[in-house]
């Protein structure tokens, strides 16, 4: 048999073979792809609440600080002493409060525990409409990620320590509008008395 023959044999053979494995191998079941339904994100205050009009917060050691929107919707803080308020200050903290995503809820525990029994501190919150909302903070979670939070309808939840750090921070420093601390006077120096030309220096004194 010629060699040429040969090689068409076995490409044939070869062909023949994948033909046979392509048409008869097991076929692989259908995947269905299933994907987890994305977790719902919730915040401590809801859009239903409305926009924030005043917030105060104040702490188990008896410090206090209260920022309120006026008349003219301008912030003012009332307490611990009524000024005049950072506007952009004021504005940061009144969109903190909207963004306080809860970060888990914790069912069933210990309010004791979780330091509620008798909370760090208050945060009391008034919207637009007058709606107000009182909620409790504890301890920090032993993870120090969050802080255990009771919500305005009771729940203990967890909740971003970054932003209620960002909210207990109005206790040591409130967000008062800062006022240019006037220049001194300069004072200048009166220049020394003039010598009466018609009493000489060495005049001896008349006894």
């Known amino acids: 048999m010629r060699r040429s023959t040969v090689i068409y044999l076995l490409l044939f053979l070869v062909l023949a073979g994948t033909y046979y494995y392509l048409n008869n191998r097991?076929?692989?079941a259908d995947i269905s792809l299933t994907l987890e339904p994305t977790s719902e994100v919730k915040?401590?205050?809801?859009?239903?609440?409305g926009t924030p009009t005043s917030i105060h917060i104040e702490s188990k050691a008896g410090e206090v600080v209260e920022v309120a929107r006026g008349t003219d919707n301008a912030w003012v803080i009332t307490q611990p002493e009524e000024d005049r308020a950072d506007q952009a200050s004021a504005e940061a903290a009144a969109s903190q409060v909207t963004t306080m995503q809860i970060l888990d809820t914790v069912p069933d525990v210990?309010?004791?525990?979780?330091?509620l029994a008798?909370?760090?501190y208050i945060l009391t919150v008034k919207f637009a409409g007058?709606?107000?909302?009182?909620?409790?903070?504890?301890v920090i979670t032993p993870t120090e990620s969050g802080y255990y939070v009771r919500n305005a309808n009771?729940?203990?939840v967890i909740i971003s320590r970054s932003s209620v750090d960002a909210l207990l921070g109005l206790l040591t420093n409130p967000p008062y509008l800062e006022t240019p601390t006037p220049s001194p006077i300069p004072t200048e120096?009166?220049?020394?008395p003039t010598p009466d030309p018609a009493t000489p220096s060495n005049a001896t004194p008349t006894p």
């Open 26 to 28: 097991e076929q692989p």
């Open 43 to 49: 915040y401590l205050f809801t859009a239903d609440d």
């Open 110 to 115: 210990d309010p004791d525990i979780v330091g």
């Open 118 to 120: 008798d909370p760090e």
């Open 130 to 138: 007058d709606m107000e909302r009182n909620v409790e903070i504890g």
């Open 154 to 156: 009771g729940d203990i």
């Open 189 to 192: 120096t009166p220049p020394p």
